[in-house]
């Protein structure tokens, strides 16, 4: 982790630092900083100004951007962006980021991948009603026992797929110093 950290940070300094070198569509150039038509563009629709595209919200928006751009300048020229505190940010962020990123498109997956026949969906109802489980009819419980049984599906997949990441990794842990308990619980006092 800790050799990742750094590159994606000099990677996004580089990135956000050095526009796209254009300097017929340039619309904004502040020191070293420069934005294309289209990156302003973006980033107006993007932002709060952007709801309702007037001269004076693109002029508050740019007047917005402007500072923002020079209070960054101002923190990288005092070396913000290398103190220990900003970087350790920036990791849990990114790796919080990544973590949502892949976690979702394994869902994405999944939702593809998993299903569930109404046999399956039949098989589970006759086993309740047979267990005196069933307190409504095979039609009205049809959607719920189907989400029930997805979902279960869905939780199987997941657990296989954490499964094979474990299987197939270098895992090496320290019991020792991970499970000792500390006096006096979290502040050791």
């Known amino acids: ?44 629709q993007n932002s709060i100004f952007g709801r309702v595209d007037t001269p004076e919200s693109r002029k508050e928006f740019l ?15 005092k070396g913000l962006d ?21 976690l979702e498109k394994n869902a994405r997956d999944l939702d593809q991948l998993v299903s569930v026949d109404d046999q399956t969906v039949k098989k589970a109802y006759q086993k309740m009603a047979a267990e005196g489980k069933a307190t409504k009819t095979y039609e009205e419980m049809y959607k719920q026992l189907r989400w029930e049984l997805v979902n279960i599906k869905k939780t199987q997949v997941m657990n296989e797929w ?12 320290n019991k020792n110093l991970i499970l000792k308990v500390k006096q006096g619980g979290r502040d050791g006092k």
Request: proline share 2%; glycine share 4%.
């Open 1 to 44: 982790m800790k050799k990742i950290i750094p590159i994606f940070i000099i990677s996004l300094f580089i990135v956000g630092c050095s526009g796209n070198g254009k300097s017929k569509d340039l619309a904004v150039k502040i020191n070293n900083y420069e934005i294309s038509q289209a990156e302003f563009e973006q980033e107006f």
């Open 63 to 77: 007047d917005n951007l402007i500072n923002r751009i020079l209070i960054l300048q101002d923190a990288q020229n």
């Open 82 to 102: 290398n103190d220990p505190k900003f970087l350790k940010i920036v990791e849990k962020f990114w790796v919080q980021s990544l973590l949502k990123l892949a």
């Open 162 to 173: 954490f499964s094979k990441l474990r299987n197939n990794s270098d895992i090496r842990v």
